[in-house]
Nanobody, 127 residues
Framework: EVQLVESGGGLVQAGGSLRLTCAAS????????IGWFRQAPGKEREGVSC????????YYADSVKGRFTSTRDNATGTVYLRMNSLTPEDTAVYYC????????????????????WGQGTQVTVSS
């Protein structure tokens, strides 16, 4: 059974930081690109970031570029999303997802339906 479990969400003041964790099991982790998505109330799901399976190359949406950093630990099947300089606009449920089949060193998020999804973790940024 494939499982993706997010953790690390919570309530933080504007300007603060959080680190989200995505723990994967049931897949050959090294083969999968891992994406981070978020959905705020009343808004469509937004692709935030992804990290490729092979060399850890990353992609970031313009809205988070320079503030968010994604890293992966293939030995433990874990991906992290470090979020700095948070603003109320970052408030959302954050999901990690795994997807197979990306070319080496490449991944995208928006418009792509990843294979497996976690249950999400709430991030709330107060002003």
């Amino acid at each position: 059974e494939v499982q993706l479990v997010e953790s690390g969400g919570g309530l933080v003041q504007a300007g603060g930081s959080l680190r989200l964790t995505c723990a994967a099991s049931g897949i050959t982790f090294d083969d999968y690109a891992i994406g981070w998505f978020r959905q705020a109330p009343g808004k469509e799901r937004e692709g935030v970031s992804c990290i490729s399976s092979s060399d850890g190359s990353t992609y970031y949406a313009d809205s988070v570029k320079g503030r968010f950093t994604s890293t992966r630990d293939n030995a433990t099947g874990t991906v992290y999303l470090r979020m700095n300089s948070l603003t109320p606009e970052d408030t959302a449920v954050y999901y990690c997802a795994a997807d197979l089949g990306w070319p080496a060193g490449y991944c995208l998020v928006d418009g792509y339906d990843y294979d497996y999804w976690g249950q999400g973790t709430q991030v709330t940024v107060s002003s």
